[in-house]
């Protein structure tokens, strides 16, 4: 070849692939393939994203202080050491670019989240994955994979496929067991659903140690994924270093206008948690009760086994018949597990049933 060559790793990641959203001759759908909030986003929200349409031939606030302040007010935080971000997935891209290279190496779980791989190999380091014990972050596993080649470890808490998610002292202990220059990314987009009393999302640990960053997105409990928006929050070193990273004008204007507006309606984000709460727990039963196997999940979606991967993918097939879209996670190393998005009342059971035909035919 003789035009231009990308770095080194660039041509050997498999571009990321969402989930999908429409099933051919369906022409309606219950999507349940991407983690989306069940009830939507905030009718608050909304207004405020068309009242910012009069303002679209400006540019956005670059610093999205006003963003900063009210995520600061919501979460008792400094907003001096919030970055936002087209997503959380900006901010993940920027803290590997920032601190992570050629010969670098980036650790995570080895069913974290598939973006913390590809992200390595965009600026040519190489992911190190560490085993799980029970579809679950090994902690012990984690550390004997550092080496001194390591530069970033993701954590995804909880962690998306699986559902499942690491004690605060757990993390405690994984962030105890790093080298003061290894910089420990906590992504904690599921916190908002999380209500046990032994997690903590990453704000302590961020507040106080120089080598730690908490990520959040607005994509899930709040229903903005569409405008793609999230937040970070770390030490002011991190912080500033991101900020010469990202461009001048990441997030839109419309975006921050619905963050700000969805932080201030609690009731409709309480809704979202009390319909997780409701509706995660009674889906899990039920397909237990029809022998599949419901993996424990304090997000908002359940990893469910199959016991094969041909039978998972029947079923994904027999799903999309009844106009039901889950997600296939054979890229996670789960082909024979369905993520199933807790989606409303008329969804969950929706899938319920589906499922039990498709139990009772095989």
């Known amino acids: 070849m003789t035009g231009p060559q990308p770095r080194p790793g660039i041509m050997s990641i498999a571009p990321y692939v969402g989930g999908k959203d429409t099933v051919e001759g369906k022409a309606t759908v219950m999507k349940l393939s991407s983690n989306e909030g069940a009830l939507g986003p905030s009718p608050k929200a909304m207004a405020a994203y068309t009242k910012a349409a009069s303002e679209l031939h400006r540019y956005p606030d670059g610093g999205s202080e006003k963003l900063r302040a009210a995520i600061g007010r919501h979460y008792g935080l400094d907003p001096a050491r919030i970055v936002c971000g087209a997503g959380s997935d900006e901010l993940l891209n920027l803290l590997v670019r920032a601190y992570c290279g050629q010969g670098d190496e980036l650790l995570y779980s080895a069913h974290g989240f598939l973006m913390y791989p590809l992200n390595a190999k965009g600026v040519g380091a190489t992911p190190v994955a560490a085993p799980e014990t029970d579809y679950r972050t090994d902690v012990d596993a984690m550390l004997a994979k550092v080496s001194d080649k390591t530069k970033v470890v993701c954590l995804a808490n909880p962690n998306n496929p699986t559902g499942s998610y ?79 990273l990202r461009q001048p004008f990441n997030v839109n204007s419309a975006a921050q206008a619905a963050g700000i507006a969805a932080l201030a309606d609690v009731a409709h984000a309480d809704a979202s948690r009390t319909n997780n709460d409701i509706w995660l727990p009674w889906l899990s039963a039920e397909l237990a009760r029809l022998g599949l196997q419901p993996r424990p999940s304090v997000g908002n979606f359940l990893l469910v086994g199959f016991g094969a991967q041909a039978r998972a993918e029947a079923a994904n097939a027999h799903m999309m018949q009844d106009g039901l879209i889950p997600r296939m996670v054979h890229a996670y190393g789960l082909g024979d597990h369905l993520r199933i998005t807790i989606g409303t009342e008329a969804e969950v059971k929706a899938v319920r049933d589906s499922l039990a035909r498709f139990v009772a035919a095989t």
């Open 166 to 244: 690491i004690t605060k002292d757990e993390v405690r202990r994984l962030h105890d067991g790093l080298p003061r220059h290894v910089l420990l990314v906590i992504d904690a987009a599921y916190a908002e659903y999380v209500s046990r009393n032994d997690y903590e999302a990453g704000v302590e640990l961020a507040g106080k140690a120089e080598n730690v960053v908490m990520c959040r997105t607005f994509s899930k409990i709040y229903g903005l994924g569409g405008l793609r928006l999230g937040w970070m929050y770390g030490p002011a070193a991190v912080v500033d270093v991101i900020n010469r």
